[in-house]
C-alpha cells in the first residue's frame, strides 16, 4: 500500500518533472509527505493501546502499635444485688404466685386475709400461724427453686426462684 503510493507518487512526479514544470514537481513532493505523514500517524495511535493501568493489590496493612497491650482479667461472676420483695397473702392466694429473685434477696410475706395462713417451704422452712396483719422474712443465701404451701389451705401453693 504505501510502497505503491510512493511508487504511483514518484511516477507521477516523474511524469510532472518530465513537464520541466518546476511549481509542479514541488506540489507533487508536498502531497507525498502528507500521504507518509498520515499512514504513520494511524500506525501510531493503534501501537499506544496499551493496558490501563491497575491500582497495586498489596497494599500495606496498618500496624498497630499497641500490641503488647494485655486484654483486662476476666470480671468475676456479677451478681445482681439482692433486693426486698413482698408477697402478699389476700384471697387465699400468694401474690405474686411465682418471684424470682437474686441470691441474698428477703422476701417478706403480708397476711392480708381475715383468716389464718402459713407459708411452708418443702425444705422445711415455716412461718408458723400467721393472723392479719401479720408478716414473715425469710432471706435466700442459696441459688434454687423454693415451693411452698399454706398449711391449712393446701390449694395454696407458690414458688420462689433465688438465682
Ligand atoms: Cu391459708
Redesign the pocket.
Known amino acids: 500500500m504505501r510502497r505503491t503510493i510512493l511508487a504511483s507518487t514518484f511516477a507521477a512526479t516523474m511524469l510532472l518533472a518530465g513537464c520541466g514544470a518546476d511549481d509542479t514537481i514541488s506540489t507533487g513532493t508536498t502531497g507525498t509527505a502528507a500521504s507518509t505523514s498520515s499512514v504513520a500517524a494511524t500506525t501510531s495511535a493503534e501501537g499506544e493501546t496499551t493496558a490501563p493501568a491497575t491500582p497495586s493489590p498489596d497494599a500495606p496493612e496498618p500496624v498497630s502499635p499497641t500490641t503488647t497491650t494485655q486484654a483486662p482479667p476476666p470480671a468475676p461472676a456479677q451478681q445482681a444485688d439482692p433486693v426486698q420483695r413482698t408477697v402478699d397473702i389476700i384471697g387465699?392466694e400468694f401474690e405474686p404466685g411465682t418471684l424470682t429473685v437474686p441470691v441474698g434477696s428477703t422476701i417478706t410475706w403480708v397476711q392480708k386475709d381475715d383468716?389464718?395462713?402459713?407459708v411452708d417451704f418443702t425444705d422445711g422452712t415455716e412461718s408458723g400461724d400467721l393472723t392479719q396483719g401479720q408478716s414473715y422474712s425469710r432471706t435466700f443465701t442459696e441459688p434454687g427453686t423454693y415451693d411452698y404451701v399454706?398449711?391449712?389451705?393446701p390449694r395454696?401453693t407458690a414458688t420462689v426462684i433465688v438465682e
Not at 383468716?115 to 402459713?118: D, E, G, K, P, V
Not at 399454706?150 to 389451705?153: D, E, I, L, N
Open positions: 387465699f383468716s389464718l395462713h402459713t399454706c398449711f391449712y389451705h395454696m
